[in-house]
Nanobody
Framework: QVQLVESGGGLVQPGGSLNLSCAAS????????MAWYRQAPGKQRDLVAS???????NYADSVRGRFTVSRDNAKNTQYLQMNSLKPEDTAVYYC??????????WGQGTQVTVSS
């Protein structure tokens, strides 16, 4: 049994920063890809960033250079450091983890609101 717990969302002013975390616990597992998705009101859920078990990262064009995804394998946790936040970054952010054998799991989502 796997549980993904997200934290770190909140309200921030434009230009500010937030750091999201997603911790996996429960069953002993091997993590392949970890990723962050976001879904703004009225829009589809899109990939924000991903990181492979080898550390290869990918970013959406809209966040490249501002966001950094990382992982701490010892803690089974991934992070999304978000800098220079813009109002258009406002969305619910979802943790996504692909486990070996177990498959794909989603976090509960955490709200990020960027507003003055």
């Amino acid at each position: 049994q796997v549980q993904l717990v997200e934290s770190g969302g909140g309200l921030v002013q434009p230009g500010g920063s937030l750091n999201l975390s997603c911790a996996a616990s429960g069953t002993i597992f091997s993590i392949n890809t970890m990723a962050w998705y976001r879904q703004a009101p009225g829009k589809q859920r899109d990939l924000v960033a991903s990181i492979s078990r080898g550390g290869t990262t990918n970013y959406a064009d809209s966040v490249r250079g501002r966001f950094t995804v990382s992982r701490d394998n010892a803690k089974n946790t991934q992070y999304l450091q978000m800098n220079s936040l813009k109002p258009e970054d406002t969305a619910v952010y979802y943790c996504n983890v692909v486990f070996s054998v177990l498959g794909t799991y989603w976090g509960q989502g955490t709200q990020v609101t960027v507003s003055s």
